[in-house]
């Protein structure tokens, strides 16, 4: 019997290798994928915030055109405000341009709103990531709640846009998914606009849809404050000398009649503790190295080198140095001819009275028939002088190129209030000096608020002034004190805008 041998056959392994390459590539492409899929979600979550920070530039380039306009309407830039806004026409239900800027302002006198869109070819142009189309929309108002002191602030509302680059997908990049990751603050608007869709806008009603191209939008209201001269209890704008001859500076408020009683000043309500009637700040616009007389307030020197002391309750600063505008003839004016008449009717709050005259020697202004309130404005050219006389309800305002004198007790303000006295110096030709002198007479307080910053104000006697006052410089014998009403900070002729309040909406 033959014995056969068994030949042993190799099993073959290619069949087991393909597998495993093919799950391994499997395995490779899956995760190639995913992080394909987590860097295109990250790469499009990073664009499109990168675009909502952007549109907060647009936002803020909106206000700040707004608010330009705003400075404009009293002459600053000497670019005339308002150019192309538009109004809203009641009677095509549409908006259309303003005529000009009176138009413009008429609107928002009467309460209502005007606006301006960046035209597409001035859009802001980005090279960054995240957008590269950047436009804003603007809205102006001024309700009768932002009329201070006869003068208007502005609300200004701007909305920034950014354009988004990809789809019109977003998402959120919070690990947990929790709504109060910061992200969930970023709202695009990637098929119809969210805020119209919600609220509503100047142009669409509350539930309108309004199809956009992905863009984030951010919405910011700026408050535009004007900026008056009454902001100090003195300005001194002369080179040398000390600024004061006075043994007091102190300050109320006409408008704490808890504290002062029918707005008028007493010193029995100062309290250093609780800050009342220590708010008076003096600035000078030299270099002095010393101060006298007691201050319940602050001093402030333009490169002076001057020390707190016990009579001075608040701080002193030697590196202070505002602008003061030169105090020129009022728009209105017209060539005077004749002096003014001994008496005057004011015009009314909505309509007050303009003259414009060669001097004054004695002036008596009562208010309209039938009013309770009344506003006057003068002019003159020439002399300040005799005595002033300001009727209960009446407020005055006298622009003057010539010197004012009068002894104290002529200057009767029946209001008992600075605010119803403005006296303005205009600034004379360079090399010519001009002098506001008050003559001795009976003591007694005497209410009115001063913009001379050209004029030498020189007192004799001993009364006491409460107001404000800006002047060149100051002179007297010693004996005279002065109040600060902290209630001017607001009156006075507008000659800035500052920035009052900032917010987002982050609806």
Same mark, same amino acid.
């Given at each position: ?8 056959? @190799?099993?073959?392994?290619? +069949?087991?290798?393909?597998?495993? @390459? ?5 395995? !490779?492409?899956?995760? +190639? ?15 499109? $915030? ?5 549109? !907060? ?9 707004? =608010? ?11 670019? /005339? ?6 109004? #809203? ?44 189309? !950047? ?32 789809? &019109? ?8 998914? $929790?709504?109060? *990751? ?21 142009? *669409? ?21 004007? %900026? %008056?001269? =009454? ?6 704008? +002369? ?33 250093? *503790? ?30 002076? /080198? ?24 009022? /728009? ?14 004011? +015009? ?96 007694? #307080?005497?209410?009115?608020? !001063? ?13 006491? =002034?409460?107001? /404000? ?17 902290? &209630?001017?900070? %607001? ?17």
């Amino acid at each position: 019997m033959k014995t056969q041998l068994a030949i042993p056959i @190799a099993k073959g392994n290619g +069949g087991s290798s393909l597998i495993i @390459a093919l799950l391994t590539l499997s395995t !490779l492409s899956l995760v +190639g994928a995913t992080v394909l899929m987590n860097l295109n979600s990250r790469y499009n979550y990073t664009q499109k $915030a990168v675009g909502w920070e952007a549109a !907060l530039s647009a936002a803020e380039a909106g206000a700040d055109y707004g =608010f330009a306009n705003c400075r404009w309407t009293i002459g600053t830039g000497g670019t /005339s405000p308002w150019n192309n806004w538009k109004k #809203f026409d009641s009677t095509t239900s549409t908006w259309i341009t303003v005529t000009n800027s009176s138009d413009a302002n008429n609107q928002l006198v009467a309460g209502n709103k005007i606006i301006y869109d960046l035209p597409s070819g001035s859009h802001l142009v980005s090279g960054g990531q995240g957008t590269a189309d !950047l436009w804003y929309h603007v809205e102006v108002d001024s309700p009768g709640s932002l009329i201070v002191s006869g003068n208007r602030w502005y609300r200004i509302r701007a909305t920034g846009y950014a354009a988004l680059t990809g789809q &019109a997908r977003a998402n959120n990049d919070s690990p947990d998914g $929790a709504r109060t *990751h910061n992200d969930m603050l970023r709202k695009f608007d990637l098929r119809i606009d969210h805020f119209i869709k919600r609220y509503g806008d100047y142009a *669409h009603a509350a539930g309108t849809s309004v199809p956009v191209t992905p863009q984030a939008t951010r919405r910011i209201e700026v408050i535009a404050q004007p %900026t %008056t001269p =009454f902001g100090k209890a003195f300005v001194v704008m +002369g080179t040398t000398g000390n600024p004061l001859e006075a043994p007091l500076v102190d300050s109320y408020d006409s408008t704490d009649t808890l504290n002062y009683p029918g707005g008028l000043y007493n010193s029995g309500s100062r309290n250093p *503790h609780t800050g009342t009637g220590t708010n008076a700040t003096v600035y000078v616009n030299a270099p002095i190295s010393s101060y006298s007389g007691t201050l319940y307030g602050n001093l402030e020197t333009n490169g002076g /080198s001057a020390t707190k002391t016990n009579n001075i309750s608040g701080t002193v600063t030697n590196t202070a140095s505002i602008n003061v505008p030169p105090v020129t003839a009022p /728009s209105w004016k017209v060539t005077a001819s004749s002096p003014a008449p001994s008496v005057i009717t004011a +015009g009314t709050t909505s309509s007050p009275s303009y003259g414009s005259y060669t001097s004054i020697n004695d002036l008596t202004v009562v208010l309209p028939v039938g009013q309770t309130q009344g506003v006057a404005n003068i002019y003159v050219t020439g002399n300040v002088q005799g005595g002033i006389t300001v009727s209960p309800g009446v407020t005055l305002k006298i622009w003057f190129e010539g010197d004012f004198s009068m002894k104290a007790r002529d200057i009767q303000n029946l209001n008992y209030n600075s605010s119803n006295l403005q006296f303005y110096g205009i600034d004379p030709p360079a090399g010519q000096s001009r002098s506001f002198d008050i003559g001795s007479g009976n003591p007694g #307080f005497r209410y009115f608020s !001063l913009d001379a910053p050209a004029y030498d104000f020189s007192v004799n006697g001993n009364p006491d =002034f409460c107001g /404000s006052f800006i002047v060149k410089n100051l002179s007297g014998n010693g004996n005279t004190t002065w109040h600060y009403d902290e &209630a001017l900070a %607001t009156v006075g002729l507008v000659t800035a805008y500052q920035r009052a309040m900032w917010v987002e909406d982050e609806r």
